[in-house]
């Protein structure tokens, strides 16, 4: 895989290789489509990193010239897809609990057109448009330091957040700082609305290069300030990044100003490497961006799994499910263990928020965090299938569990599936056995 080295000039070649081949290696974890096409036929694919319900979004080269921030996007998906194979934690986090509760999407590229005519120059583009992409760029044929699309539209200025007092703006098409004749007349900042609204996440991240900094703010009201300002610390102190007071804030039009004001939900515009003068990152950098980085996203799927849960209801049901290990038990959801656990067999279910079961037990209502549990049956069926061989009877879907009896050959009425076992009728009551 080229992201095994980041250190290189990383296309959109290279990471839709990439995406594909750790799609492949990590087939439990990773899933992939595209979103969309630019108006000069690149994917801008997205990465769903996880299983879980709470959601957060992190994408990377919004400004062409900035890809090293797919270089980090890609090492992120990697590196915690790997940490969740091995089962290894990653900078004290858990990552295959966070990523059974929450899911990280990532549009690592969503300027590719602009990224590949930065890398490779004007053959990146029909010929038809080359006369005007270089009058664009002061007719230079040189595109290093070009942010913009092919169009000319700078993306991180397309979107509707102040966006009619946006400073510094060029009227015309240009390398950088053209705004768009109006909010979202890019394809690029259409198809990131789009997907945003679809994955509803408690958190985005975008990821810029420009001058060690972290921007979070938005004309807030105080309780989103308190909440977000204790979040913009911690990754300050995880990242070193220095934290942009709002006094200080810039003129909008920006992806996190618009997810911001649309959502009330916290969002951050980190900016990777010191000032440069119109350039890239020199790929050199990509160490040092690594170890300040790593461990952002998955703290902040702590956090907006925290999130989530809050705004969850909780609702009565009456369910049967199947502990098939020591399973702790909380008072509260989220809350303190209660130091006891139940051994594996089947439990009622009175209540849910989230993934977060309330069951009866000796002591009184307690909770057991379904995703730990692995306990529903995932899906209620209704199937004939037949054993081949003699069956062991389960109470519980677990070879840990002793067989009740046994079932000779036969075809049999399945009502629920968990995993590779098939929950059945007999005439002594229902059973499970493993397919
Ligand atoms: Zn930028």
């Known amino acids: 895989m080229y992201i095994d080295n980041p250190i290189q000039t990383y296309t959109y070649e290279k990471m839709t290789s990439d995406i594909h081949q750790l799609s492949q290696t990590y087939p439990e974890i990773i899933d992939y489509h595209s979103i969309g096409q630019t108006k000069y036929g690149r994917d801008l694919w997205a990465v769903k990193l996880g299983n879980g319900d709470a959601t957060v979004f992190i994408n990377g080269s919004h400004h062409a010239r900035e890809w090293i921030t797919t270089t980090l996007n890609m090492k992120m998906i990697q590196q915690y897809a790997s940490a969740y194979y091995r089962n290894q934690s990653f900078k004290n986090y858990n990552v295959r609990n966070l990523l059974n509760e929450v899911a990280i999407w990532f549009v690592p590229m969503v300027n590719p057109d602009g990224v590949t005519l930065q890398q490779k120059g004007l053959n990146a583009l029909p010929k038809d448009i080359h006369n005007q992409v270089l009058q664009m760029n002061n007719g230079s044929y040189d595109f290093t330091r070009w942010k913009a699309n092919a169009s000319g539209i700078d993306l991180n200025r397309n979107y509707p957040a102040d966006w009619p007092n946006i400073t510094g703006d060029y009227s015309e098409p240009r390398w950088s700082n053209h705004k768009g004749e109006e909010p979202f007349s890019a394809i690029e900042a259409q198809l990131i609305r789009d997907f945003t609204y679809e994955i509803d996440p408690e958190m985005a991240f975008a990821y810029h290069t420009t001058g060690q900094v972290l921007y979070w703010h938005h004309h807030y009201d105080s309780n989103q300030y308190d909440r977000d300002k204790r979040l913009a610390e911690t990754i300050s102190n995880y990242t070193g990044y220095r934290i942009i007071p709002p006094t200080d804030e810039p003129g909008g039009g920006t992806y996190t100003d618009w997810f911001i004001q649309e959502y009330k939900r916290p969002a951050f515009t980190v900016e990777l490497n010191p000032h440069l003068y119109r350039r890239h990152v020199p790929v050199e950098n990509f160490p040092s961006i690594w170890k300040r980085n790593n461990?952002?996203?998955?703290?902040?799927?702590?956090?907006?799994?925290?999130?989530?849960?809050?705004?969850?209801?909780?609702?009565?049901?009456?369910?049967?499910?199947?502990?098939?290990?020591?399973?702790?038990?909380?008072?509260?959801?989220?809350?303190?263990?209660?130091?006891?656990?139940?051994?594996?067999?089947?439990?009622?279910?009175?209540?849910?928020?989230?993934?977060?079961?309330?069951?009866?037990?000796?002591?009184?209502?307690?909770?057991?965090?379904?995703?730990?549990?692995?306990?529903?049956?995932?899906?209620?069926?209704?199937?004939?299938?037949?054993?081949?061989?003699?069956?062991?009877?389960?109470?519980?879907?677990?070879?840990?569990?002793?067989?009740?009896?046994?079932?000779?050959?036969?075809?049999?009425?399945?009502?629920?599936?968990?995993?590779?076992?098939?929950?059945?009728?007999?005439?002594?009551?229902?059973?499970?056995?493993?397919?």
């Open 295 to 435: 461990a952002v996203p998955l703290y902040s799927a702590q956090e907006s799994y925290k999130m989530w849960l809050n705004r969850q209801p909780t609702h009565a049901v009456d369910e049967k499910v199947y502990l098939i290990d020591q399973t702790q038990l909380y008072k509260h959801p989220m809350g303190r263990a209660t130091g006891s656990a139940l051994s594996p067999q089947a439990v009622s279910v009175t209540a849910k928020k989230g993934n977060w079961l309330q069951i009866n037990t000796w002591a009184g209502g307690l909770w057991i965090q379904d995703s730990l549990a692995k306990a529903s049956p995932k899906k209620e069926v209704n199937e004939r299938i037949t054993l081949e061989y003699k069956a062991a009877l389960h109470t519980i879907p677990t070879e840990y569990s002793k067989a009740t009896s046994y079932l000779s050959p036969q075809t049999v009425n399945a009502v629920a599936k968990w995993e590779d076992w098939y929950l059945i009728k007999t005439w002594m009551g229902e059973y499970w056995v493993k397919k």
